[in-house]
């Protein structure tokens, strides 16, 4: 039985606004569930700080991250989804209404979609930050197009780095990956295809010390953490692949998590383990993390609230 509560109590909340938040806002507001969004204050997700994108259907010729994702959230707002630009501090999913807290409001909601996406781990470089979609990525496949007979630094030395390496062997001329010690950790099956790819080379023992260049990248400061000795390669391109860290802390102790802290989810279906708790996109998704995927996951989970809610008979 729901409490009855003075703080008025909507049909949706959605926690996060990338590509899956905004694309379940676009169809909970067709749906009549007036959703409230809260976005966050670094609303839009990875994509705004993505420059161009080539792969999301409907644009041929590209679209800027920031501009997809202004158009995706005016679209949700003209069905009448309602925006907050405030961070979630706390949840409470123990009890219907669910509660959803930022810094200085609380609101209620019969269901809660959760699409916070993940967070792709960083070499902490002040140049790192200056020159991200200037020839620093995070995506392979977002990017690797770009770098077409080019020489590129592959940054890590897990299955992801070595995926991404194979995958820029497609474009580009040559990829080096580099690795702070002295032997992968990836896969063996990952390892014997990138030792026999004549385009993949190594740097072992060695981290990044700076990323060169002004307006793009020119190249890597390296320093060996065997022998302090420092020295420099050119590249044109540095793709990071140290991880990624999903942005659950909100939600430990509330939802269900994999051993990697992805929120579990009974795919393909957004259910999470608490009834009326639906979760999309990154916060779900270890291997795809495309925009296009995470707007498929944005479209079930509002999906599943609404029917959700009519088999409640909450909806008229």
């Known amino acids: 039985m729901e409490t009855k509560l003075a703080i008025p109590v909507r049909e949706t909340i959605i926690v996060g606004s990338g590509p899956a938040g905004l694309t379940a806002a676009i169809y909970a507001a067709r749906a009549h569930l007036a959703p409230l969004v809260i976005e966050g204050v670094e609303a839009g997700g990875q994509l705004m700080l993505t420059t161009d994108v080539e792969n999301y259907p409907g644009f041929p010729k590209g679209i800027q991250g920031p501009q997809l994702m202004a158009e995706m959230r005016s679209q949700a707002e003209r069905f009448g989804s309602e925006f907050s630009t405030r961070?979630?501090?706390?949840?409470?999913?123990?009890?219907?209404?669910?509660?959803?807290?930022?810094?200085?409001?609380?609101?209620?909601?019969?269901?809660?979609?959760?699409?916070?996406?993940?967070?792709?781990?960083?070499?902490?470089?002040?140049?790192?930050?200056?020159?991200?979609?200037?020839?620093?990525?995070?995506?392979?496949?977002?990017?690797?197009?770009?770098?077409?007979?080019?020489?590129?630094?592959?940054?890590g030395g897990g299955d992801s780095a070595l995926e991404e390496a194979a995958f820029l062997t497609r474009?580009?001329?040559?990829?080096?990956?580099?690795?702070?010690?002295?032997?992968?950790?990836?896969?063996?099956?990952?390892?014997?295809?990138?030792?026999?790819?004549?385009?993949?080379?190594?740097?072992?023992?060695?981290?990044?010390?700076?990323?060169?260049?002004?307006?793009?990248?020119?190249?890597?400061?390296?320093?060996?953490?065997?022998?302090?000795?420092?020295?420099?390669?050119?590249?044109?391109?540095?793709?990071?692949?140290?991880?990624?860290?999903?942005?659950?802390?909100?939600?430990?102790?509330?939802?269900?998590?994999?051993?990697?802290?992805?929120?579990?989810?009974?795919?393909?279906?957004?259910?999470?383990?608490?009834?009326g708790v639906f979760a999309c996109g990154d916060v779900v998704d270890h291997i795809y993390r495309q925009a296009i995927t995470a707007a498929g996951t944005g479209c079930a989970a509002a999906l599943d609230a609404e029917r959700f809610l009519q088999a409640e008979g909450a909806l008229h």
Do not use: M
């Open 87 to 155: 961070d979630v501090t706390r949840v409470d999913f123990s009890s219907r209404p669910f509660g959803v807290w930022t810094e200085d409001e609380e609101f209620r909601a019969r269901t809660v979609i959760v699409s916070t996406g993940a967070s792709a781990r960083r070499i902490g470089l002040d140049s790192e930050a200056r020159l991200l979609g200037r020839g620093v990525s995070y995506c392979a496949t977002c990017d690797g197009f770009f770098y077409r007979d080019q020489e590129i630094l592959v940054v």
């Open 171 to 275: 474009f580009a001329s040559k990829v080096t990956v580099l690795h702070r010690r002295d032997a992968l950790r990836a896969s063996k099956i990952l390892q014997d295809r990138a030792f026999a790819n004549p385009k993949i080379s190594f740097i072992w023992d060695s981290v990044v010390e700076e990323i060169l260049g002004e307006d793009r990248v020119g190249g890597v400061r390296l320093r060996n953490v065997r022998t302090g000795e420092i020295s420099a390669i050119s590249v044109t391109g540095v793709f990071v692949a140290i991880g990624h860290t999903p942005n659950t802390v909100l939600f430990e102790g509330q939802l269900e998590l994999d051993p990697a802290g992805y929120i579990a989810t009974q795919a393909p279906r957004a259910f999470t383990s608490v009834p």
